[in-house]
């Protein structure tokens, strides 16, 4: 259910004192070992593992020269849970996971003047995926079957959208397992991102409808919890259509896909999309996007050339913006931004968020994206 900025207030009590809770190898290191943590960041987003940093102050020791808890606590590996929100909400005291992984980099500086801080590193629980490239394959397999098995493989609940088509075979050729399961996600127009321990593969919440997902998580305004917002919109990467070409090869006749404007996903009653703005710039002319790629069939070849035209679609509006510090707002939402004129007072999709408590409090940067203005 959308929420407005009025009522995010009230569950976050009136969003006065940010807070956040990190634990490292299940140990809370700021109520238990009383750890100084100078700055806490999280990275989330769609295209590959997220990522977080915190920097801890006060942990060097003049007479022995030597970090604490540097070798042991911070080592390779350390499993990390990281999670922020405000104090003293009646509504909601638990604060929000924004990411479970474990830690990968150390890294510090030795100043001219005071103490060396000590800054941790890491990503969630798919950074593993990324690593290591080898070949498999699977018969008479759908995608879905593909990457439960894979997510499986490293421990990760499999969160998956049927993807409905069987493939006399799934190659895997020479690739990491991440790289695998992103071009599964791409041709099926899914998202592939991991949270906590689940791994989700499914059609990305800007074109769900029928769900909680598909609603804005909140309704933000210029002025009103929306701190900026940099829209731009350009039609250099748009097509008024897609053409998927492959080849039937017991029947030796060619399959054909295609996709074409107006059938971008999030249209949205009377605004354009760039296939439209493109054709009304160069004049009525079409401008098509011909490939040629390996399918076995018309349903196939559709799904592809869908999903190409969506991906080509959701770059014709794109924009970053901050907000106050909002755990709610991560990728694969959507968020409701208004205040900023007929065009870009809209839905958008975001893409990817940045959550940072400092000593200047607690900050939402994001990215969204939209296929119409």
């Given at each position: 259910?959308?929420?407005?900025f009025?009522?995010?207030?009230?569950?976050?009590?009136?969003?006065?004192?940010?807070?956040?809770?990190?634990?490292?190898?299940?140990?809370?290191?700021?109520?238990?070992?009383?750890?100084?943590?100078?700055?806490?960041?999280?990275?989330?987003?769609?295209?590959?593992?997220?990522?977080?940093?915190?920097?801890?102050?006060?942990?060097?020791?003049?007479?022995?020269?030597?970090?604490?808890?540097?070798?042991d606590?911070?080592?390779?590996?350390?499993?990390?849970?990281?999670?922020?929100?405000?104090?003293?909400?009646?509504?909601?005291?638990?604060?929000?996971m924004?990411?479970?992984?474990?830690?990968?980099?150390?890294?510090?500086?030795?100043?001219?003047?005071?103490?060396?801080?000590?800054?941790?590193?890491?990503?969630?629980?798919?950074?593993?995926?990324?690593?290591?490239?080898?070949s498999?394959?699977?018969?008479?397999?759908?995608?879905?079957?593909?990457?439960?098995?894979?997510?499986?493989?490293?421990?990760?609940t499999?969160?998956?959208?049927?993807?409905r088509?069987?493939?006399?075979?799934?190659?895997?050729?020479?690739?990491?397992?991440?790289?695998?399961l992103?071009?599964?996600?791409?041709?099926?127009?899914?998202?592939?991102?991991?949270?906590?321990?689940?791994?989700?593969?499914?059609?990305?919440?800007?074109?769900?409808?029928?769900?909680?997902?598909?609603?804005?998580?909140?309704?933000?305004?210029?002025?009103?919890?929306?701190?900026?917002f940099?829209?731009?919109?350009?039609?250099?990467?748009?097509?008024?259509?897609?053409?998927?070409?492959?080849?039937?090869?017991?029947?030796?006749?060619?399959?054909?896909?295609?996709?074409?404007?107006?059938?971008?996903?999030?249209?949205?009653?009377?605004?354009?999309?760039?296939?439209?703005?493109?054709?009304?710039?160069?004049?009525?002319k079409?401008?098509?996007l011909?490939?040629?790629?390996?399918?076995?069939?018309?349903?196939?070849?559709?799904?592809?050339?869908?999903?190409?035209?969506?991906?080509?679609?959701?770059?014709?509006?794109?924009?970053?913006?901050?907000?106050?510090?909002?755990?709610?707002?991560?990728?694969?939402?959507?968020?409701?931004?208004?205040?900023?004129?007929?065009?870009?007072?809209?839905?958008?999709?975001?893409?990817?968020?940045?959550?940072?408590?400092?000593?200047?409090?607690?900050?939402?940067?994001?990215?969204?994206?939209?296929?119409?203005?």
């Amino acid at each position: 259910m959308t929420k407005t900025f009025t009522e995010l207030e009230g569950i976050h009590n009136s969003l006065y004192v940010p807070t956040f809770q990190l634990l490292v190898q299940g140990i809370d290191v700021v109520q238990k070992l009383y750890l100084e943590i100078a700055s806490v960041q999280v990275d989330n987003t769609l295209k590959g593992a997220d990522h977080f940093t915190f920097t801890v102050n006060s942990t060097f020791d003049l007479e022995k020269r030597q970090f604490a808890h540097l070798s042991d606590l911070f080592a390779f590996g350390s499993p990390v849970e990281i999670y922020m929100g405000y104090k003293g909400s009646k509504t909601k005291p638990e604060l929000d996971m924004l990411l479970k992984g474990f830690v990968t980099s150390v890294s510090t500086s030795f100043p001219a003047s005071g103490l060396p801080q000590i800054t941790v590193g890491g990503y969630d629980l798919s950074y593993c995926m990324t690593k290591g490239k080898e070949s498999r394959h699977w018969s008479d397999a759908k995608d879905s079957e593909a990457v439960a098995k894979v997510a499986k493989d490293y421990g990760l609940t499999p969160k998956v959208e049927d993807t409905r088509i069987k493939h006399p075979t799934i190659q895997k050729s020479t690739e990491s397992d991440q790289q695998f399961l992103e071009k599964l996600a791409e041709r099926n127009g899914f998202e592939l991102y991991t949270f906590d321990q689940t791994l989700h593969f499914k059609a990305p919440a800007s074109v769900r409808k029928t769900d909680n997902d598909g609603q804005p998580i909140a309704t933000l305004e210029w002025g009103k919890g929306l701190l900026s917002f940099t829209p731009e919109i350009n039609i250099s990467e748009q097509v008024t259509s897609v053409e998927v070409r492959g080849w039937n090869v017991p029947t030796k006749s060619e399959i054909v896909g295609t996709a074409g404007k107006g059938k971008e996903p999030r249209r949205d009653g009377p605004r354009r999309s760039g296939a439209e703005a493109l054709q009304t710039c160069c004049r009525e002319k079409e401008a098509p996007l011909k490939i040629r790629v390996p399918v076995f069939s018309k349903q196939q070849a559709d799904l592809w050339a869908a999903a190409i035209l969506k991906k080509r679609s959701e770059m014709f509006v794109q924009g970053s913006g901050e907000s106050i510090g909002l755990p709610e707002l991560r990728a694969d939402k959507n968020i409701e931004l208004l205040g900023l004129g007929r065009e870009f007072s809209k839905t958008y999709y975001v893409e990817q968020t940045t959550h940072t408590i400092n000593t200047s409090g607690y900050r939402t940067t994001f990215k969204v994206k939209d296929t119409t203005i």
